[in-house]
Structures are given as structure tokens and as C-alpha cells.
T-cell receptor, first 115, second 113 residues
Framework: EDKVVQSPLSLVVHEGDTVTLNCSYE??????LLWYKQEKKAPTFLFML????IEKKSGRLSSILDKKELFSILNITATQTGDSAVYLC???????????????FGKGTKLSVKP | GAGVSQTPSNKVTEKGKYVELRCDPI?????LYWYRQSLGQGPEFLIY????????DSGLPNDRFFAVRPEGSVSTLKIQRTERGDSAVYLC???????????FGSGTQLSVL
């Protein structure tokens, strides 16, 4: 059965700290891994990773994928209170003939950044 | 519209009642997905539409749940004889097509008393 596991489930840091969020996966016919940020209700897209070892970067956020060890990390440097959110990791479920785009999600990491 | 729109944002109902949740996807997006998210959990897949047809409804928990998308745009998730365990945030997402990036709406918080 396909699964996505995130750790830690929650994390409290202070502004300025650097954090690393982890995501491991077991997905048949793996194609890609996605990270979303969920502040209120709507998850918003951060990154899609398809190739090992190539870092995706957006401002203070970066992410990398290791397809051999089946995991990804999301790094946030110089954290700010506005980074407080649930960070979700997800992978498309594959079906015979390709992916429908339906995502399987981890439980998320709840990040709290204290001033 | 500019983004995925879901209405209502909050719905409180009594056990046994019928509810309808609406999703208006981004214009031009042919793929539409419904997810359910309970507290402390990630979103769980319910159903996927490609155009007007339900391409995969394997995530619907039982026959009390039903969804339609009659014109290939707006979708309605219908829940009959609601139970307290149905309380959750119901998220809708759309994409240009299967395998493309999903854009999520703000969800409907359903509370069954």
C-alpha cells in the first residue's frame, strides 16, 4: 500500500532558526513528490520534485529529493513567524497507464515559529 | 475565477440531515478532486472528475457520499444521513489535467452535531 510519512509531526522554533522537515515515501511507480504549505485551510503549492539531487529553491525555502533512499527534505532558513503553518508532503498515486494526479498525503508537520 | 472557490465555508448540521457542498474550480481546469481532512491528518482522497465523469470514486467512504459535475465545471459533493464522524474539512482542488499541479480551495468546515 502506498504511503507518505512525515516527521516530526510538530516543531516549535524561534525566529531566525533553520528547520528541516522530513518526508519518506513508498509509492508504486513513483513519479514526483510535492510540498504544500497549509496556513488556514487551503494548501498552497511550494515545490514539485522529480529528479534526485536537484535542489529546488524559493527564497528561504529549499527542497531536495533522494529517490534511492526514498525521502525528501524541506529546509527553511531564517524562519519568520509567517512561516508558521502545516507543511504537507504528497505524491501522485499511479494507476495502470499513468497518473491521474490524485495525491496521497502525509499527516503534515505543524511548524510554530515563536517571536 | 481567480482561484478555486468553495461554498459554504462553514456548515453546521444535525445528525441525519442531508448536506451539499459546492466547488467552483479554476476556469479551464478539466480535472477536479475532492478530499476530506480530519484534525491532525493530511487530506484524504474522495473522488476525481475528468470533465463531467467521475474517473475514480474509490475514496468515497460509503454510499451516503455522492458527487456530481454535470457540466464539467462546478461540482457538488452530497452527503446523505450525515453522521458525527463526517465532521471534517472538505477540500476541493482542480488542475489543468491529470498529473498537473493541484490548486486547492479554502475548504468547507462541516460540523455534524
Amino acid at each position: 500500500e502506498d504511503k507518505v510519512v512525515q516527521s516530526p509531526l510538530s516543531l516549535v522554533v524561534h525566529e531566525g532558526d533553520t528547520v528541516t522537515l522530513n518526508c519518506s515515501y513508498e509509492v508504486t511507480n513513483f513519479r514526483s513528490l510535492l510540498w504544500y504549505k497549509q496556513e488556514k485551510k487551503a494548501p498552497t503549492f511550494l515545490f514539485m520534485l522529480t529528479s534526485s539531487g536537484i535542489e529546488k529553491k524559493s527564497g528561504r525555502l529549499s527542497s531536495i529529493l533522494d529517490k534511492k533512499e526514498l525521502f525528501s527534505i524541506l529546509n527553511i532558513t531564517a524562519t519568520q513567524t509567517g512561516d508558521s503553518a502545516v507543511y504537507l508532503c504528497a505524491a501522485p498515486v499511479s494507476y495502470y497507464g499513468g497518473s491521474q494526479g490524485n495525491l496521497i498525503f502525509g499527516k503534515g508537520t505543524k511548524l510554530s515559529v515563536k517571536p | 475565477g481567480a482561484g478555486v472557490s468553495q461554498t459554504p465555508s462553514n456548515k453546521v448540521t444535525e445528525k441525519g440531515k442531508y448536506v451539499e457542498l459546492r466547488c467552483d474550480p479554476i476556469s479551464g481546469h478539466t480535472a477536479l478532486y475532492w478530499y476530506r481532512q480530519s484534525l491532525g491528518q493530511g487530506p484524504e482522497f474522495l473522488i476525481y472528475f475528468q470533465g463531467t465523469g467521475a474517473a475514480d470514486d474509490s475514496g468515497l467512504p460509503n454510499d451516503r457520499f455522492f458527487a456530481v459535475r454535470p457540466e464539467g465545471s462546478v461540482s457538488t459533493l452530497k452527503i446523505q444521513r450525515t453522521e458525527r464522524g463526517d465532521s471534517a474539512v472538505y477540500l476541493c482542488a482542480s488542475s489543468l489535467g491529470p498529473g498537473q499541479k493541484l490548486f486547492f480551495g479554502s475548504g468547507t468546515q462541516l460540523s455534524v452535531l
